[in-house]
């Protein structure tokens, strides 16, 4: 199937641009690719470092953000977008009219002819690491956590560790017994897993009936070399001794968890579109395909969010595994209502996320909703810490929840103000305060003459919390303006000169 090299062209046509300017020392991927304002822009670089857009409900995350998606879009960009939402395929598509990208739309839907099975792809993939059991098994773990949000299933590392490792056992048998790695294989070696003693013994039941065992027999005709027999002889010793001999509750939980979350996978439409051949696959992206996972979590619940972890984690992997030096283009990751995906491989995938030349864009409601997502405990809030200092810039809409606001004041963080006010008689004092978010002054130095004149210096916050509450949202109301507040470590904007700077979209 052939995509387009346009966005080849684009990088070919701002390297001729900037070798008609006398051949300055200029970086296509730091020209201008989002305008801000006249004197500010964010470059290809600037979204390889991430983009969080965060805003209440109705502030107008959506429409200001579809001025990324366009630039994205004009500038032959391939990538991929991950729906929350009914509609949304009918949004980007409307996007890509505008900017004629609709020829490089894919529909991944079951309305379509597209099929894609993650696990052959990822054990097919010719770069080096793939095809490991554990790839694959780490696939399935980021789609369940995904998916499985809410259930008992949690971070509970011992929960976690036994779910791991029967994951991997069962996948192991499944790739080596079948040369594949269809999802209902691994599911199946799984519900016939044995589950006492007495079922590993020859006589059993179990061993005339059981599917995991049938594939166990197969598989030791396929192994040849000796590091082939030593890899089954660790997955036949956890069948036949450690996973009998686990806890009963144990091994039923696990069970269950695994089942709850792959057997509607096993279902139409997911089987049909995961479960069986590929006709696109995320190295599309590569040739400038913009693949529209339309599979809402709202309509199709936590398979939906499963399913389209499972792109999102394959093209993450792909577009950190290609040769730059031969796949240049840039590419993108699409996600409204980002909580949905958000997984603990994001903080490892965006810390690389530049020299794989990825735009991670994420639009999420407050920080809150990352927290329900990552954990409200210690781990989860330090993951959230790291994904939100992971995404470099931040573009803050109107938000009523004062965790959010707080946190974006402080990462605006205070300066020296100077203040001016009315004094009687002479003093020079310094006094320090505890301070809150909500009250601006921590410390203030004091200097006054006896003429009735102060001029005092306060760190205080740049932008105050509250400030977030006042900015427009868009709609007739507000004459289709959507204000925010744009932030980006170690940017000094030049309209203002400062770190943090005003902007103002106009809806669409
Ligand atoms: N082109 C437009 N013309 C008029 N109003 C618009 C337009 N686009 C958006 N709006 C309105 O502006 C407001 C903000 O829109 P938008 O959908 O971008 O917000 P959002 O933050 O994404 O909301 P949500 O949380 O519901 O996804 C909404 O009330 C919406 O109806
Ligand atoms: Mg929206």
Known sequence: MRFFTSALAWLQHTRRARDGRGGEQCDPLAMPLVWLNKFDALSPYDLFEGCQVVGASGSG????AAHILRALFRANFGGIVLCAKPGEFEHVYRIAQETGAERRVVRFAPEEAWRYNPFAFELQRATRGAGLITNIVALILQAMECGGRGKNTGGDT?????????????????CVSTGDCQLSDVLQVIQ???????DVTPES???RTSACFAMLLAAEKKVTTEAEYGDLA??????????PELASKTRSIVVSSVSAMLSPMMRSPMRELFCTTTNIDPTACERGAIVVVDLPVKDFG???TFAQTLWKMTFQ??????DIAKSPVPTFLWADESQYFVSSYDLQFLATARSSRVCTVYLTQNIPSYYEALGR?????????????NLGTKLWLANGDPTTNEHAAKMIAQTWQMRQGANQGYSSNMSQQGGSLTTDTTTSVNYSDNQGVSLSEQLAFQILPQEFTTLRTGGPRNNLLVDGIIFKPGRVWNATGTNFMRVTFKQQ
């Open 158 to 174: 011992y929960w976690q560790d036994a779910l791991t490792e029967l994951l991997t056992a069962a996948v192991h048998l499944v």
């Open 192 to 198: 016939t897993a044995p589950q006492s003693r007495e």
């Open 377 to 389: 405990d210690h781990q989860g809030q330090h993951k959230v810490d790291a994904l939100l200092g």
């Open 317 to 322: 992997k792909a577009m950190e595994q290609r």
């Open 61 to 64: 995350k959506t429409s200001s």
């Open 302 to 304: 936590s398979v939906g």
């Open 205 to 207: 039941t179990w061993s």
């Open 234 to 243: 660790v997955t036949e010793q956890y069948f036949f001794r450690t996973f």
